[in-house]
């Protein structure tokens, strides 16, 4: 019997979701690895797709992107915009998978169960904001950098502004699947003239995964409203 059937996580729209295909055993073989690469890319594909939270850290780590292709900043500067960014991530997922095991076990009001939430979110919301004040201490002591690629930082607002407004507008109100190709597209056209001007590859490939990212959650990870059998 496949174990998929022996769990109920009391959401009727989850049956919707697209399973993932491979269920990862100790030892079974060739397959074992790319199993797991497909379930963990499942889980950050969820979140995305189903957690406020987690839509709001893509926006601003698209955001962060564009300041690194806009500004040559030095090796240590960049290594920490990219380090503070995964660990936001990190710290969502892992909220997120908490939650879930609590919504889980927990049927009842618990204040133990409050706790570990509000504890997790917490800890969330402590390192979204330390990530602000790394990026906003970087920019206030190389300001100069700003002040001498002001053409850049020109082109990032002119395109990146729009571009993070559409991608808004397709993770938080566009649901029909057909309308997300077309935001794709104006996302990628969009984003296009920062990638021929990008003073990092890097950050340039960050934001297109971010932009394709939030492409795949939106059309094969968002939960369908379940049909009415009645």
Known sequence: MSPARNVDLGDPELDTIPPVQ????AGAGRGGVA????VAIAGVLRTVATQRNMK????SGLMVMMVGMALPLDLSTRVALLFAVAIVFFAEILNTALEALIDLFVKDFHR?????????AGGVLVMAVTTVFVLAEILWMRWDLVETNVG???RSVIF????VIVEAVGLFWVRRR???VPRLLVSVGLLVPLLLHTKDPLFA???LLFVGMAFVARVFYTPRAAPNLS
């Open 22 to 25: 491979t269920v990862v055993v």
């Open 35 to 38: 199993a797991s690469f497909r």
């Open 56 to 59: 709001i850290h893509v926006l």
């Open 112 to 120: 133990l169960a409050m706790l570990a939430k509000d504890a997790a």
């Open 152 to 154: 850049a930082v020109l």
């Open 160 to 163: 990146g502004v729009p571009l």
């Open 178 to 180: 057909r309308l997300q």
């Open 205 to 207: 490939g960050v934001a």
